[in-house]
């Protein structure tokens, strides 16, 4: 999934239990991705580089739990993160969103469900990743602040690029590309993670909201971008 020829696509598997790490391990070699083990949160930051393309994270870990790496993670990188987890509560996983995951994995879990949310991540990631080397004609989303060039994968306010992670450039680009219209967090889900809606969703669309205001609005608190229409959902004014 490189662009440069013979270059495989670098996981880490981040997990205290070398035997999931192994069994991880192995499933993902034979897929010809080239694997970094970590069994700690510790291990993991240390080991983090530029050259990484997905992390698969342990939420449960001694010493420094999953969350925390995350959020340590998100101050360096918007590589793509898989939490791992035995706990699958809405409380849980909005937890995990707001600590900077892109999505999860519940233990226990299948070999095809395994490879299908690591190569669906990598995928939009890989294009995301891919912006600062487009050479096709840009192509403009803008309104007001806020800009996007949807060739090269790129978003600015106030001509100041932003930071967004592949998943929240997504939802920015859902959004601006429909301003004044609200889309419900059925809509925001299904369009993005191209997966069928659960009604525990609705939180984590909240916190994916979240974590884009704290990007695009001078006050995050009173948003006047991305609002909430009350009843339907959100949209950009």
């Known amino acids: 999934m490189k662009n440069i020829i013979g270059e495989k696509t670098r996981i880490m598997i981040v997990d205290d239990d070398k035997e999931i790490r192994e069994v991880i391990s192995v499933l993902l070699s034979n897929e010809n991705f080239e694997i970094i083990e970590a069994g700690s949160g510790e291990e993991a930051l240390k080991a983090l580089s530029a050259n990484i393309d997905l992390i698969i994270l ?5 010493g420094i739990s999953g969350y925390q790496v995350s959020r340590v993670i998100r ?3 918007n590589v793509p993160i898989l939490f791992l987890t035995a706990r699958t509560q809405s409380s849980d996983l909005v937890l ?5 995951g892109d999505d999860y994995l519940a233990k226990p879990f299948s070999y095809p469900e395994l490879i299908a949310r690591v190569k669906g991540l990598l995928r939009r990631y890989t294009v ?3 912006k600062k080397v487009h050479t096709r004609k840009s192509e403009y989303i803008e309104w007001g602040e806020l800009r996007i060039d949807c060739c090269r994968n790129m978003a600015w306010k106030c001509g100041k690029e932003l930071e967004l992670t592949s998943t929240e450039y997504r939802i920015l680009r859902l959004l601006l590309a429909h301003p004044g219209q609200a889309f419900s967090a059925q809509n925001i889900y299904e369009s993005i ?3 069928p809606f659960h009604s525990g969703d609705s939180n984590s669309i909240m916190v994916f909201i979240r974590r884009l205001r704290s990007k695009i609005e001078d006050d995050p608190h009173h948003p006047v971008h991305l609002v909430t229409v009350w009843g339907k959902g959100y949209r950009i004014e």
């Open 58 to 62: 342990d939420v449960m870990m001694p």
């Open 75 to 77: 101050e360096l990188s």
């Open 96 to 100: 995990g969103y707001s600590s900077g």
């Open 128 to 130: 995301y990743q891919g």
């Open 193 to 195: 993670w191209e997966e």
